[in-house]
């Protein structure tokens, strides 16, 4: 069964420098959740989208925005990259009422 | 907000054994009730979920149950194996219309000694 796709995988970027993340959930589903996840901690809910708008905000810094396009996919812009923003990324989708299924992450190294 | 409490931090158990892991949640209208498996350096695996119109649910070894006046709710995992070993999160949500997003636990990491 086709899971959550995220790319890419690892990314090393510099302080102060741009990053996009990009999701493409699972085919059919309508909603999509980014979360970030520290060394050692739980994923934290940062944004998300449901039918391509804006559904619910949590945790997400200024420096950073997303979008959901019309194909359903999503990217997650961060700027101004500091130290901090190393961590894993999650991607999750899911439809409707239904089950919420992440993908693989992306590893972010800000150096 | 909603608010997830999870215990314990850790745990280790010898293989063969059973390991409860509990949480405690806060906001009375959550209604949905999944735990995840995480292995390292990989996405959170849904193992199994539980909605809040149901009491108790049960996969193979795995089983969850809820609370909903207590608020709280557990895995069991029975005749535990090397490869259970992992760190597993609870979460609590509301799968309504609002599409609200899950808040975790702080994870459990569970060792299972052969």
């Known amino acids: 069964a086709a899971g959550v796709i995220q790319s890419p995988r690892h990314l090393i970027k510099e302080k102060r420098e741009t990053a996009t993340l990009k999701c493409y959930p699972i085919?059919?589903?309508?909603?999509v959740y980014w979360y970030q996840q520290g060394p050692g901690q739980d994923p934290q809910f940062l944004i998300s989208?449901?039918?391509?708008?804006?559904?619910d905000k949590g945790s997400i810094p200024d420096r950073f925005s997303a979008q959901q396009f019309s194909d359903y996919h999503s990217e997650l812009n961060m700027s101004s990259l500091e130290l901090g923003d190393s961590a894993l990324y999650f991607c999750?989708?899911?439809?409707?009422?239904?089950?919420?299924?992440f993908g693989q992450g992306t590893r972010l190294t800000v150096v | 907000g909603e608010n997830v409490e999870q215990h314990p931090s850790t745990l280790s158990v010898q293989e063969g054994d059973s390991a409860v892991i509990k949480c405690t949640y806060s906001?009375?209208?959550?209604?949905?009730f999944p735990w995840y498996k995480q292995e390292l350096g990989k996405g959170p695996q849904l193992i199994i979920d539980?909605?809040?119109?149901?009491g108790e649910k049960k996969d193979q070894r795995i089983a969850v149950t809820l609370n909903k006046t207590a608020k709280h709710f557990s895995l069991h995992i029975t005749e535990t194996q090397p490869e259970d070993s992992a760190v597993y999160f609870c979460?609590?949500?509301?799968?309504?219309?609002?599409?609200?997003?899950?808040?975790f636990g702080s994870g459990t990491r569970l060792q299972v000694q052969p």
């Open positions: 085919p059919r589903h309508d909603t």
């Open positions: 979460a609590a949500g509301f799968m309504d219309t609002g599409r609200r997003a899950l808040t």
């Open positions: 989208f449901y039918e391509k708008m804006q559904s």
């Open positions: 539980i909605r809040s119109n149901v």
């Open positions: 999750a989708s899911s439809l409707g009422t239904g089950t919420t299924f």
């Open positions: 906001d009375s209208a959550s209604n949905y």
